[in-house]
């Protein structure tokens, strides 16, 4: 397991923007497929968006597709979530994960996938 660090959430209005990053720390960052969770009030953790090992392969829910992009820094170990055309559903606390994986272009999309968490950041859209 590794200990993630989320950071960039906020208060920001529909249409708005915002970029959320997670760091790492203690194992190969490369060895990892990353991912972003969210979870609104009363609702269950659902998959936002999964990136591969190398990067090269990402994977959005329907939600979110068009409007969000991931991506990774392996040489600063960083994973990146840009938000764009942000809504008021989009309000949720998002957690970073990482997953394990053997193929460097695979993408996990499921929560059982991943067996590190961060302690999430807020994420508030006002309409």
């Known amino acids: 397991q590794v200990q993630l660090v989320e950071s960039g959430g906020g208060l920001v209005q529909a249409g708005g923007s915002l970029r959320l990053s997670c760091a790492p720390s203690g194992r190969t960052f490369s060895s990892y497929a990353m991912g972003w969770f969210r979870q609104a009030p009363g609702k269950e953790r659902e998959f936002v968006v999964a990136?591969?090992?190398?990067?090269?392969?990402?994977y959005y829910a329907d939600s979110v597709k068009g409007r969000f992009t991931i991506s990774r820094d392996n040489a600063k170990k960083t994973v990146y979530l840009q938000m764009d055309s942000l809504k008021p559903e989009d309000t949720a606390v998002y957690y970073c994960?990482?997953?394990?994986?053997?193929?460097?272009?695979?993408?996990?999309?499921?929560?059982?996938?991943?067996?590190?968490w961060g302690q999430g950041t807020q994420v508030t859209v006002s309409s």
């Open positions: 994960a990482a997953g394990a994986t053997s193929g460097s272009w695979y993408v996990p999309i499921n929560l059982a996938d991943f067996g590190s």
């Open positions: 990136i591969s090992r190398s990067g090269g392969s990402t």
